[in-house]
């Protein structure tokens, strides 16, 4: 059974850091790109950061490009999200996904698979 879990999520202030992490297990993710969408309240679904399976290109949402930073560790099959100087409209539930599609087309919003969930509050 594949299963994506997050963890690391909670309450902060705006300004301070949060890092969530996400580990993958039940099949090989060889080849596999990681990443993360959120969802707030009221709002769709949307992408906020991709990584290649080797780790060697990222995609980023605008939003977020130069506040947050994606990283893996492919042989442990995880993902982290490194999120600086947080703001309350980053209030949402933080999901990981799994696919194999480019980088490119990660901003449409499908994956193959996902993780439950996170949620992040930034209080101002």
């Known amino acids: 059974q594949v299963q994506l879990v997050e963890s690391g999520g909670g309450l902060v202030q705006a300004g301070d850091p949060l890092r969530l992490s996400c580990a993958a297990s039940?099949?090989?993710?060889?080849?596999?790109?990681m990443g993360w969408f959120r969802q707030a309240p009221g709002k769709e679904r949307e992408f906020v950061g991709a990584i290649s399976w080797r780790g060697d290109s990222t995609l980023y949402a605008d939003s977020v490009k130069g506040r947050f930073t994606i990283s893996r560790d492919s042989a442990k099959d995880t993902v982290n999200l490194q999120m600086n100087s947080l703001k309350p409209e980053d209030t949402a539930v933080y999901y990981c996904a799994a696919d194999l599609r480019p980088l490119s087309i990660w901003s449409q919003g499908r994956s193959e698979f996902w993780g439950q969930g996170t949620q992040v509050t930034v209080s101002s």
């Open positions: 039940g099949r090989p993710f060889a080849g596999y790109a």
